[in-house]
């Protein structure tokens, strides 16, 4: 699927590297308020560190402030759902301006992210794809993507649905989110990813 476009994956990474050190400079004094006052708030760690899957199936550790309690999948789902109770009063604010995932940057820089890719999965939700779905292993995920933008409500999809929230997502959301995931691979260039970063901004605002 992706030989005809090896020039295009080298382009990513470089746009990737320049792009995120550039940022990182820039919204340094935001990352920095940021991580104050997600240590201030509750107790734990600034960064939540969780294991999710990336390229070619190998595990990485996944940076976000931290918007929950501490240890907050040891007590509920791995999905958040609606108004979930673990999440912290500064959590929810920089939930609303996905200022969580801005500490992703770090990931882009060391490669095991990209701006732009299918959004990274927990081994459990892995483990339910499909041999088609596989294929989106093989780039790098990202922290956006056209799938996040058509399901940026998705907490409020699952807390509307029935009492089981996660089959609600393998079953429901996770076909529809792999389906824009191969989409994008076929059409995977630069310049889309230029253009889903600014639609991204566009659907957070």
């Known amino acids: 699927m992706l030989q005809k476009h090896r020039g295009t994956l080298a382009g990513k990474r470089i746009f990737d590297v320049a792009v995120s ?51 907050a999948d040891k007590k509920g789902l791995a999905i958040t759902v609606g108004e979930d109770p673990r999440i912290t009063r500064v959590g929810r604010a920089i939930r609303k301006c996905r200022l969580d995932e801005f500490a992703q940057l770090l990931n882009v820089l060391n490669g095991t992210m990209s701006f732009v890719g299918p959004r990274p999965e927990v081994p459990k939700y892995v483990d339910a794809y499909t041999d088609a779905y596989l294929a989106t292993l093989l780039v790098r995920p990202g922290v956006t993507a056209p799938s996040s933008i058509h399901f940026r409500n998705e907490d409020e999809i699952l807390a509307a649905s029935t009492d089981d929230p996660e089959k609600t997502y393998i079953e429901q959301i996770l076909p529809t989110k792999m389906k824009l995931n191969l989409d994008y691979l076929d059409s995977i260039s630069v310049w889309n990813d230029i253009k889903v970063m600014f639609q991204t901004v566009k659907a957070v605002l």
């Open 21 to 71: 050190l550039v940022m990182l400079i820039l919204l340094s004094p935001v990352l920095l308020v940021t991580a104050a006052a997600v240590k201030l708030d509750s107790h734990g760690p600034v960064f939540y560190r969780q294991v999710r899957v990336g390229r070619y199936g190998q595990d990485f550790r996944i940076f976000k402030f931290r918007t929950m309690v501490q240890d």
